[in-house]
């Protein structure tokens, strides 16, 4: 499976989960919707940039010249496309379901503004997680490394 296939399904299927717990959360209890929605947030965004440090980190272990590196904007970009238009239209889809409520926006909502939004959601905080995992191992690379000792200079 394409890496970037696992990483839509994965944080698709996260971002509709969520979504579905933040609907029977706010049936439940509608006046703690605003901290519901921060936590789904905090959570979405924490499993994103974890991925990414990971992500960041296996690339510069493999690759020690930043120059040879994978290209991980593509692959974010691809699952954050993905991810987000697959979970606007399983979100739409379950929308349909009785007991279920998320929030009855239009399909094409949920494959516009919602999926833009979701795409942001898994594209910024992967590329940050990525860049601080790079960053991260190229540290470890430094200090490992010994300093070189000034040679002498000969007349």
């Known amino acids: 499976m ?3 296939v696992l990483r839509a399904v994965g944080l698709g299927a996260l971002t509709v989960l969520l979504e579905t717990l933040l609907g029977f ?3 439940t209890w509608p006046t703690a919707g605003a901290w ?3 936590l789904c947030l905090i959570v979405l965004v924490g499993a994103v940039l974890t991925w990414g440090v990971l992500d960041g ?3 510069r272990r493999a690759n020690p010249d930043p120059e040879q590196g994978s290209d991980l904007t593509m692959r974010w970009l691809e699952a ?10 399983v979100a ?8 279920f409520d998320l929030g009855d926006q239009g399909l ?6 919602g999926a833009a939004w979701i795409i942001l959601l898994i594209f910024i905080p992967g590329m940050l997680g990525v860049t601080i995992g790079r960053f991260l191992v190229g540290r470890e690379h430094k200090k490992r490394a010994p300093a070189a000792s000034p040679e002498p200079a000969h007349a």
Do not use: E, Q, Y
Request: proline share 3%; charged share 15%; aromatic share 12%.
């Open 2 to 4: 394409n890496a970037w």
């Open 25 to 27: 959360g706010m049936m």
């Open 36 to 38: 519901m929605r921060i």
């Open 57 to 59: 980190r296996a690339d």
């Open 80 to 89: 954050a496309v993905a991810g987000g238009l697959g979970a606007g239209l």
């Open 92 to 99: 739409w889809l379950l929308d349909f379901l009785p007991k």
């Open 108 to 113: 094409l909502f949920n494959i516009t503004s």
